[in-house]
């Protein structure tokens, strides 16, 4: 008999009811937000970053938000100029303690960030516990925090990451997890550095610097925040390959051997067997939330529920990393067989679109019979399989793999 399988994760240490957590950003900002989603089934928060209090208030640019959209697709990726929390550090500790009193079977991470001196982190790591925090995020990512000592340009600096960890891991008793930032060429020496701190686990990707637009009549780019921009965190589904890139890179490599929570373009439950199968054991989510609510939490756990059922698994943990053997340099792909394309003339349209791609972009092997049908000449074909990425119609266009033509 197949065994029912659960959502339940252990990640240093901490159950989680399911993976899915919401991520340290606009979605996680107050008690009665974090409240709902949980009521609404997601399993963990990490709450929005908190700083310590200072003179100069924490305020935010606005318009905060750019979308960038492409054709009749909205919002295919987001950029912001949010800040970390503007509220009073004491309030959102205070929501912390609440969350973990009224909800004590979810998870509550603390997302924390020092803002001028290293001091900060040891005194909010211990502000974190004493609220009752089961984790805390050491936010070394955020792209366009920028006063010195905060931000990405910590998360760049792998001797500054070690060092911050220290101090967090110094002052607490509770696992410690760095955000990685994805504004590095190779997140492995930076990651290895918080592993050298002292962390018990890596969160990763925070948000891509990236400009995602500009006002061609007033020559701003976006979002235009008086008359001004500039670059900053960028994200949302066209991010997801990037991130599922550093999460194997990290899963992969033995030096690191830390628990790794996942976050990047994470929509659906594919989304998030995806970031499971090359590593990751918890999820975040936030772009997706702004988009569908906090809803769609049980959409994706449902679909994993039925992806573990329907491969006979019987929790999350048994596909962690299961992927991984699959992901090699590219030197180590083999070069005797390649793909050629076969296309259904029974379900072809006749739109040409496989023709153009073929012609402008390819081994210009198909041409267009007097039917108006595109015909797949074999012998040039090399396996590109564009024709069948750009193709309408599902189905139409498949493969075959045969000997490289060329050996």
């Known amino acids: 008999m197949a065994t029912t399988p659960t959502l339940k994760v252990t990640f240093c240490g901490v159950e989680f009811p399911n993976p899915f957590c919401l991520s340290s950003s606009p979605v996680s900002n107050t008690y009665d937000m974090c409240a709902r989603a949980f009521d609404l089934g997601w399993g963990g928060v990490v709450y929005k970053t908190v700083g310590p209090d200072y003179d100069v208030k924490i305020t935010h640019p ?37 969350l973990k009193k009224n909800y004590p079977k ?44 905060t931000g ?49 686990a890596v969160s990763a990707i925070n948000t891509l610097k990236a400009i995602s637009g500009v006002d061609l009549e007033v020559l701003v780019p976006l ?27 990290m899963a992969r490599d033995p030096r690191l051997a830390l628990p790794l929570s996942g976050m990047g373009g994470i929509y659906t439950w594919i989304d998030a067997v995806e970031f499971m199968l090359l590593g990751a054991t918890t999820l975040q989510v936030t772009t997706a939330i702004l988009q569908h609510g906090y809803r769609i ?13 329907d491969h006979n698994y ?22 005797q067989t390649q793909a050629v394309s076969l296309i259904d003339q029974d379900k072809c349209v006749g739109c040409g679109q ?13 041409s267009m019979n007097e039917q108006r049908k595109p ?33």
């Not at 911050?164 to 504004?183: E, F, W």
């Not at 939490?297 to 573990?308: C, F, K, N, S, T």
Request: proline letters at 5%; aromatic letters at 4%.
């Open 375 to 407: 015909v797949v000449d074999e012998d040039a074909c090399f396996g590109c399989l564009m024709c069948k990425h750009i193709c309408p119609v599902d189905g139409c266009v498949s493969y075959k793999i045969v000997p490289h033509h060329m050996l």
């Open 62 to 98: 606005s318009p905060r938000l750019n979308a960038l959209h492409r054709g009749t697709d909205r919002v295919i990726g987001l950029q912001n100029v949010e800040q970390i929390s503007d509220r009073p550090t004491k309030d959102n500790f205070a929501d912390i303690a609440r």
């Open 354 to 366: 496989c023709y153009l791609t073929c012609r402008d972009g390819a081994a210009q092997a198909i």
């Open 223 to 249: 979002p235009n925040v008086g008359g001004k921009s500039s670059s900053s965190g960028y994200s949302g589904s066209s991010c997801k390959p990037i991130a599922l890139r550093f999460i194997s890179d």
């Open 297 to 309: 939490v049980q959409d994706m756990a449902e679909g994993m529920l039925d992806y573990l059922a």
């Open 314 to 335: 019987s929790s999350p943990h048994d596909i962690v990393g299961k992927a991984l053997k699959n992901v090699v340099d590219p030197s180590e792909l083999s070069h």
């Open 152 to 200: 990405h340009k910590v998360g760049q600096d792998a001797a500054i990451i070690e060092k911050l960890t220290a101090i967090t891991k110094g002052a607490c008793s509770i696992p410690v997890m760095p955000k990685m930032t994805p504004n590095v060429a190779d997140m492995l020496p930076v990651a290895l550095a918080a592993k050298a701190g002292g962390a018990d």
């Open 106 to 149: 979810n998870v509550v991470v603390a997302s924390i960030m020092g803002l001028t001196h290293a001091n900060d982190w040891a005194v909010l790591a211990k502000q974190s516990q004493d609220a009752g925090a089961d984790l805390i995020e050491c936010n070394f990512s955020c792209p366009q925090m920028t006063v010195e000592g």
